[in-house]
């Protein structure tokens, strides 16, 4: 019997939930874009992206998805035929490589699997190795939203250090930013890239780029970058138009607005931080309880290594699908698909899924979910332990 009528949940890794005072926000007749309100409505946003990001440094803005940002990226700091150590934990960093190997740039991936973290000591001796420092940058995905393996920003930044290497780290953080601690200058990250539709709760359609001094230097001989995707201009615009290179996106530059008022100066960084902790923690304990009694297995073995704002489970094939499709059409719940787990059209791709807790998300949503899914796993009779409910109930308690 569906269920699902009433607020619907879609606890997919991006878009994420949008909340309403965003919507809100958006929805008004375009302004003037040649003066007033937008001009001040953007220099106030300008320091409140920093805030999120934990820099002092510039931020380029642009109208596009993630893909975009992960182009400008490589754009404004490469040129044709440099070479790029591409640092893999899943789908997000491979695609990254493939963006950059398709721009003309030459990569490396360092594979490190599917369900573990950046190992730094590898990085170290790759790059020692290198004495001719022919490696111009390294590419990091903070949290990949595929596997949901978190990796260590600031130990990779050490790796770099200790090896002597000059070679630029960029780091993604579009599935992380707001949601798990990220500290773009304490940890020595060069270029941070983000987006709006994750844990900025924007529709989709901003894009970002961080980069501080050094990355600014190689801005210098990077040939890579066209007009469009130069990041001089759009971070220092000498006429309004230039931020983004032409129309700016008006509406999301208002939906921003509200969000960045929650996020940083109602609910405050930290606290959004601590906020998704503490989600997180609370759907590991349902999943660790249900897989007492059956192949329910968390992606990542180690807490410490596991985002903050998305789960990857596994679950025998083809049970995985099976749940989320219970779960969409009886309890308005959507999760996420496992991606990049398996192959698709290979049997075994029914065996992942994801449930995100990333942005505009709290403890009545996550506990809704956990226990969508405990009457999903009851309806379909998958097997599975006791006392998930509890469990994560416990963890919402601070027990
Ligand atoms: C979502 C995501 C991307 C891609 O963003 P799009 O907006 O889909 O282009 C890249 N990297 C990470 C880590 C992501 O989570």
Not at 206 to 216: I, K, M, P, Q, Y
Request: glycine share 10%.
């Amino acid at each position: 019997m569906p269920l699902s009528h009433g607020r619907p949940y879609l606890a997919i890794p991006g878009p994420s939930v949008i909340p309403d005072r965003v919507l809100q926000a958006m929805h008004r007749p375009a302004p003037e874009i040649h003066g007033g309100a937008m001009v001040d409505l953007l220099a106030g946003l300008l320091p409140d992206l920093r805030a999120v990001a934990r820099t002092r440094h510039k931020v380029a803005m642009y109208i596009s998805n993630g893909h975009g940002a992960w182009e400008a990226a490589i754009a404004n700091t490469l040129s044709r035929g440099d070479k790029v150590l591409a640092l893999a934990t899943g789908r997000f960093g491979h695609g990254w490589a493939e963006t950059a190997q398709a721009m003309g740039v030459e990569v490396e991936v360092i594979d490190f699997g599917k369900r573990a973290p950046v190992d730094p000591n590898r990085v170290a001796d790759r790059l020692a190795e290198d004495r001719a420092h022919e490696i111009r940058a390294v590419t990091l995905v903070h949290v990949d939203t595929a596997t949901s393996v978190k990796n260590d920003v600031a130990a990779v930044r050490a790796a770099l250090d200790a090896s002597g290497h000059p070679a630029l780290l960029l780091v993604d953080c579009i599935a992380s930013l707001a949601c798990d601690r990220f500290e773009m200058d304490a940890w020595g990250a060069d270029v941070m890239i983000s987006a709006c539709q994750k844990g900025l709760m924007v529709p989709p359609g901003l894009g970002f780029v961080f980069f501080n001094d050094r990355a600014e230097a190689a801005r210098a001989r990077a040939d890579l970058a066209t007009a469009y995707w130069d990041w001089r201009m759009r971070a220092d615009p000498e006429e309004f138009y230039q931020y983004f290179w032409g129309t700016a996106p008006t509406h999301h530059l208002y939906g921003l607005r509200a969000a960045l008022d929650m996020l940083v100066h109602e609910e405050g960084i930290e606290a959004a931080w601590a906020r998704h902790e503490r989600l997180a923690r609370a759907v590991w304990a349902a999943f660790d309880a249900w897989g007492q009694g059956g192949s329910l297995e968390l992606n990542v073995a180690e807490a410490a290594h596991r985002s903050h704002a998305v789960t990857s489970v596994r679950i025998d094939a083809p049970h995985g699908t099976a749940l989320r499709e219970w779960l969409a059409e009886t309890a308005g719940v959507t999760l996420g698909i496992g991606l990049g787990m398996a192959p698709p059209g290979d049997p075994a791709w029914h065996g992942y899924f994801r449930i995100a807790h990333m942005g505009h998300v709290n403890a009545h949503m996550v506990l809704g979910a956990l226990g969508a899914i405990e009457a999903g796993l009851a309806a379909l009779d998958l097997p599975h332990g006791k006392g998930a409910l509890e469990a994560a109930a416990a963890v919402i308690a601070g027990r």
